[in-house]
Nanobody
Framework: QVQLVESGGGLVQPGGSLRLSCVVS????????MAWYRQAPGEERELVAR????????DYADSVKGRFTMSRDNAKNTMYLQMDSLKPEDTARYYC???????????????WGQGTQVTVSS
């Protein structure tokens, strides 16, 4: 099967930086979409950044534009989220998400990581 494993979360002071990583493992032919979502307590899960077209297109939520940068290494099936100028309102559990293709599947299939906690506090 396909597994996504995140790493890099933690506690950081306002204005600080963190870098999240997510490795996609398993058997598949391609990963058309990679994305990062986050969910704060009592809130719905929201899209933070999404990479499509093999990484040539990346979209960001307005709340993180200019502060967060998503990248991907297709050779390593890994995505990253560089988070700079962090604010307390960025505190949430961050999830990586991948839509994966496999020749035996009729349609691409979405998978989720288990999440990693990011806490921004002084």
């Amino acid at each position: 099967q396909v597994q996504l494993v995140e790493s890099g979360g933690g506690l950081v002071q306002p204005g600080g930086s963190l870098r999240l990583s997510c490795v996609v493992s398993g058997t598949f032919s391609s990963i058309p979409i990679m994305a990062w979502y986050r969910q704060a307590p009592g809130e719905e899960r929201e899209l933070v950044a999404r990479s499509t077209n093999g990484g040539s297109t990346t979209d960001y939520a307005d709340s993180v534009k200019g502060r967060f940068t998503m990248s991907r290494d297709n050779a390593k099936n890994t995505m990253y989220l560089q988070m700079d100028s962090l604010k307390p309102e960025d505190t949430a559990r961050y999830y990586c998400h991948a839509v994966v293709n496999k020749p035996t599947w009729l349609v691409p299939t979405p998978f989720w990581g288990q999440g990693t906690q990011v806490t921004v506090s002084s």
